[in-house]
């Protein structure tokens, strides 16, 4: 069995015909916590917190949450990104066996989608982690396949504030990356989507969907908190094109991994995809400039750098560039 793409309602479907909950995906932006939601349990555990979960509702929760983990931003390769699906089960005051139950469902579709069972590795081992202000205890399991590492599921056993119990005996985290399950399921590339990419290097892609994901989260370019973000994954795609243009491919990828990611939020909007492109000529254009000035040409610091592409060369020309020089840098 090979799949094109695992989709958000077939998967939503999976889990509410064997009796979760299932959690509409959360906003990107977490500030009451980090500046990005990282992982799904993030949220539901908060939720679960402040009283947002009822009892009979927190025994079984399946929640796919597109996340962003900026420590991956230089590290960016085939199965590596800053955007993916976290997709999460989790359970609240459970026994070791619901929690091995809920394991059990993700090992069933994991079969379902053409994994063969002996190329399933697991490790384990013992879990002593701060997360915020819990202090949290338990075994987690790693799960691979064909040595591809897809996630890990965690059975907590103590779950503490200041040394105090909360009122959470027990906690099940069942975490799989779902781009890590597709790639290790059509043996393609981490980064397919719905046409041929193949052409295009991972790091553009993976910065053209952690831009396109930003957008569909309203998170617009600006020099604080979240905007912060997209302002500087949208430089570092301005140094990994040199520079240039999108071309009509990088433009139809663009436009899939808005697809993608709302698919994934469950959102219906439209996205302002000129956002994006701005922010990336404007981006363009200092880098272009900053070129012309390692060049010798002093006198070009103060032009305004929020300007289409034609009208940046309509300014270096008048400022004194030559001709075939700005031909030539700006492609």
């Not at 990336?280 to 200092?286: A, E, G, I």
Request: aromatic fraction near 10%; charge should be positive.
């Amino acid at each position: 069995m090979k799949i094109r793409l695992l989709i958000a309602n077939d998967l939503k479907k999976y889990f509410l015909e064997r009796g979760y909950n299932c959690v509409k995906p959360y906003q990107i932006v977490n500030n009451n916590d980090t500046v990005f939601i990282t992982a799904g349990i993030q949220p539901i555990l908060s939720d679960y917190i402040n009283s947002k979960l009822n009892d009979n509702a927190s025994k079984k929760i399946y929640l796919s949450q597109p996340v962003i983990r900026t420590q991956f931003v230089n590290s960016i390769s085939e199965g590596s990104s800053v955007a993916f699906i976290n997709s999460t089960s989790a359970g609240f005051n459970i026994s070791e066996k619901e929690h091995n139950d809920l394991v059990k469902d993700w090992l069933e579709l994991f079969y379902k989608l053409g994994m063969h069972p002996l190329n399933i590795s697991s490790r384990s081992k013992e879990y002593e982690r701060t997360w915020g202000d819990l202090e949290v205890l338990g075994r987690k399991t790693f799960y691979y396949y064909n040595n591809i590492e897809l996630g890990d599921t965690t059975f907590f056993t103590s779950i503490t504030k200041n040394g105090k119990k909360i009122g959470l005996d027990t906690m099940s985290d069942v975490g799989f990356g779902l781009e890590r399950i597709r790639w290790s399921v059509n043996h393609g590339s981490y980064y397919d989507l719905y046409s041929d990419s193949s052409s295009l290097s991972p790091m553009v892609k993976a910065y053209l969907s952690v831009l396109s994901l930003l957008a569909v989260n309203n998170v617009k370019p600006s020099n604080k908190n979240s905007g912060y973000r997209a302002r500087q994954f949208s430089k570092k795609l301005a140094n990994v094109l040199d520079g240039n243009e999108f071309s009509n491919l990088e433009k139809q990828y663009l436009m899939e991994s808005i697809r993608y990611w709302k698919d994934w939020q469950e959102m219906d909007k439209d996205i302002d995809v000129e956002v994006i492109i701005n922010e990336y000529t404007r981006n363009c254009n200092r880098l272009i400039i900053n070129k012309l000035i390692e060049d010798g040409y002093n006198n070009l610091s103060g032009i305004n750098i929020n300007v289409s592409r034609e009208e940046l060369k309509k300014r270096l020309l008048s400022a004194g560039v030559e001709t075939e020089k700005v031909k030539k840098i700006i492609r």
